[in-house]
């Protein structure tokens, strides 16, 4: 079993639509929990950080962590085409020098206006 | 001003040859890391580096030899390059332990002929 798992979509959606994105994990020593936007030829760049269970939100966006579960989630409200990307989840088990992200296989998400 | 920069954008190159990708970062980060995302875009921890000293050496091939002349520079150099070293090969940095996340260069699309 994959440390993360991700479902790699692809997901369309009509513009305006919610979103939810998921991952899973195997490894309960993870407590830092983040989710990326990629684009088409661009790195990732962080969208949602989020430590230990519980939510968070910004703008559009609300990430979820279930620790007992293992499970994250990553919500978009009202999407817009400028959100057709993938989305990556990542995690770690802790800061330090040694601390290294573990990443999901991304979602490709189209939004369609 | 660019975060992460990483040079080339693009590499082609023969099986057999000897190459290199230069990263540098203006952030101030302590922790740099080389990535490399394949075809399905997963994303895999390559190396990372604390402040010059090699931390984390995941099961890279040895003909993979990275090398940071300082804290804001981590270099990749490649020997007898193979097919399946065709990839995308992303540079970051963070805080040590990583607190806010990576930032992410653009990356170093590579492809061995």
């Known amino acids: 079993q994959k440390e993360v798992e991700q479902d790699p979509g692809p997901l369309s959606v009509p513009e305006g639509a919610i979103v939810s994105l998921n991952c899973t994990y195997s490894?309960?020593?993870?407590?830092?929990f983040m989710w990326y936007r990629q684009y088409s030829r661009k790195g990732p760049e962080l969208l949602m950080y989020?430590?230990?269970?519980g939510n968070k939100e910004d703008g559009r966006f609300t990430a979820q962590v279930d620790k007992s579960s293992k499970y994250i989630s990553l919500f978009i409200r009202d999407s817009q085409p400028s959100d057709s990307a993938t989305y990556l989840c990542?995690?770690?088990?802790?800061?330090?020098?040694?601390?290294?992200?573990?990443f999901g296989k991304g979602t490709l998400l189209t939004v369609n206006p | 001003d660019t975060a992460v920069s990483q040079t080339p954008k693009y590499l082609v190159t023969q099986m057999g040859n000897d190459k290199s990708i230069k990263c540098e970062q203006n952030?101030?980060?302590?922790?740099m890391y080389w990535y490399k995302q394949d075809s399905k875009k997963f994303l895999k921890i390559m190396f990372s580096?604390?402040?010059?000293?090699?931390?984390i050496n995941e099961t890279v091939p040895n003909r993979f030899s990275p090398k940071s002349p300082d804290k804001a520079h981590l270099n990749l150099h490649i020997n007898s390059l193979e097919l399946g070293d065709s990839a995308v090969y992303f540079c970051?940095?963070?805080?040590?332990?990583?607190?806010?996340?990576?930032?992410f260069g653009s990356g170093t699309r590579l492809t061995v002929v």
């Open positions: 970051a940095s963070s805080q040590v332990g990583g607190a806010d996340g990576y930032t």
């Open positions: 490894n309960s020593a993870f407590q830092y």
């Open positions: 989020t430590y230990s269970s």
């Open positions: 990542a995690m770690s088990r802790s800061g330090g020098s040694n601390y290294k992200l573990t």
């Open positions: 952030l101030g980060h302590d922790t």
């Open positions: 580096y604390n402040n010059k000293e090699l931390i």
